[in-house]
């Protein structure tokens, strides 16, 4: 299930309660975020941050030399 633009982040994870949350490399703020938030509840899903795809190609600040 990927984000979704009416539901916070939260919303989200408790709605689905997902075994596996894959979060971009560059949301390290986000991950700390879900590990605290879910401290208030009696489960513990996995956290995976993903690799960069193709980031000589595809990084914001390539992209927008555009």
Known sequence: VLGDAELSTYEVVVQHRPDII??????????KDINEYLEKFDWHPKIVVLAPHQPEKYKSSLLNKK
């Not at 894959?22 to 991950?31: I, N, P």
């Open 22 to 31: 894959a979060l971009g490399y560059d949301q390290k703020e986000l991950e």
